[in-house]
């Protein structure tokens, strides 16, 4: 009753918790009134009641939107930004964010996203309401909250070659995004786990991380709501200082599509909740393919890793072994025995350590020049075999069992050394009161 004459309705909107429920967004200003019109009726249209508590007097409406996932919450495009409700439009409060002051002439739901159409300064969207379709008072009001993350599809974030355009749009990261509130950060200890359903830990974040166990760093951005996005690999292959490799990756394969826990723990509270990782409609790649390939990408990354660690225990017994006949290297008769040993031992560990890595390489394109070895040709067809949706192929396997053996083979020989060779120098410098060489698992 108290709509002017000669509104124009913007946009009609149906009420998807509702039956006959409707709103409507009207404009007057080519009238000269700016005021906002938003109504709604719960009865097909026969009774209207006025909604725009809240909305500036001077910013006029242009389009009303409800949530189709929770009821009572309305998004406003006014002619000078964003508003929203979390009461069914018997208050609303600004929603501008980092949204440039700009007029909505439309907006959309689609997938949990809010698409926004402006009038000058193209699309904008939020990719993901989840966070507001869990907000509520016991939220607001707690010290902490962990959202259930919204289903993700098991895909890269993409690529392009060259600079982007400035006016390009900003994608939606790859991998699962999760939001969580932590309201005092000063003194949380705060971490994030990934796990499968069977409760075995893929991946931990941490705000204080113990790197022996391989967490990684938690930053939090702010006190209250903040946002982490994991890119659904499991571990990436054991690393050493210098290395350099050609061409190759150590990152661990992607999670299998299906439903995977995740825990959030604020000193020492822990709360949980589930998501789900979804296959990538795009790919032609079966269940039975993926889990081919996981598997094989696994073995991959656990041989890497061995190699590796293998070379780290190689350094450090080199080092021992510097250190303990560093002061009795110009005492070349009477400590005959045990530089000739430690010479052999040396000797033999090199051998092994460059067959396992390029040793001289020093910079990224030192690969040009020198050949590479067993561990980046591994690391390498990580690589190509993580590259699509798709099991390895017979090439890859034959290829993996061929480096794999000779890796073994070079392990095998420095096994012998760690086990027969070091004790029996640690015995002949124990004679001659000597640091022994200890090596730790």
Excluded: C
Excluded at 16 to 41: E, F, M, N, Q, V
């Amino acid at each position: 009753k108290d709509m002017p004459e000669w509104t124009m309705i913007n946009s009609v909107e149906f009420d998807a918790h509702a039956k006959g429920g409707i709103y409507i967004a009207g404009t007057r200003y080519k009238s000269g009134d700016y005021r906002p019109y938003l109504y709604k009726s719960k009865d097909y249209g026969k009774t209207w009641v006025r909604i725009t508590d809240g909305i500036d007097a001077g910013h006029f409406t242009r389009v009303l939107r409800a949530d189709p996932k929770r009821k009572g919450l309305l998004y406003a495009g006014t002619e000078t930004g964003m508003y929203i409700s979390f009461d069914d439009g018997a208050s609303w409060k600004p929603f501008q964010l980092n949204l440039p002051i700009v007029p909505i002439t439309d907006l959309t739901l689609r997938n949990d996203n809010l698409i926004a159409a402006t009038q000058g300064r193209g699309f904008w969207l939020i990719d993901d309401l989840t966070p507001l379709h869990q907000l509520n008072d016991q939220v607001a009001a707690g010290d902490a909250y962990l959202d259930k993350p919204m289903p993700s599809y098991r895909m890269g974030p993409g690529f392009s070659f060259g600079r982007a355009p400035r006016t390009a749009g900003q994608n939606h990261p790859g991998g699962v995004t999760v939001h969580f509130v932590v309201k005092d950060t000063t003194k949380a200890q705060v971490t994030l786990e990934f796990l499968q359903t069977d409760g075995k830990l893929i991946k931990k974040f941490s705000t204080k991380p113990d790197l022996k166990a391989k967490e990684e760093k938690l930053t939090l951005k702010q006190p209250g709501m903040n946002k982490f996005n994991w890119n659904m690999r499991y571990p990436d292959a054991d690393r050493f200082d210098g290395l350099i490799l050609w061409a190759s990756s150590l990152s661990g394969p992607r999670a299998l599509p299906g439903t995977y826990k995740l825990r959030l723990t604020v000193n020492g509270k822990s709360m949980e909740t589930d998501f789900e990782i979804l296959k990538d409609p795009r790919s032609t790649g079966t269940d039975a393919d993926l889990k081919a390939q996981f598997d094989f990408l696994q073995e991959v990354i656990a041989k890497v890793s061995e190699t590796h660690t293998a070379i780290k225990k190689i350094r450090t017994a080199r080092e021992q072994i510097n250190r303990a006949i560093d002061p009795i290297k110009d005492q070349k008769e009477a400590m005959k025995d045990v530089l000739d040993k430690a010479k052999a031992i040396q000797d033999d560990m090199k051998k092994i350590e460059e067959a396992l890595y390029q040793t001289k390489n020093r910079s990224g394109q030192d690969p040009l020049n020198f050949p590479i070895r067993l561990n980046n040709k591994l690391a390498h067809l990580n690589s190509l075999a993580g590259s699509g949706n798709f099991r390895p192929t017979d090439q890859m396997i034959a290829f993996k069992k061929e480096i794999t053996a000779e890796i073994d083979a070079q392990l095998a020989a420095l096994d012998k050394i760690f086990k027969q060779d070091l004790p029996a120098f640690n015995a002949l410098v124990k004679q001659k009161n000597i640091d022994a060489v200890i090596l730790k698992d």
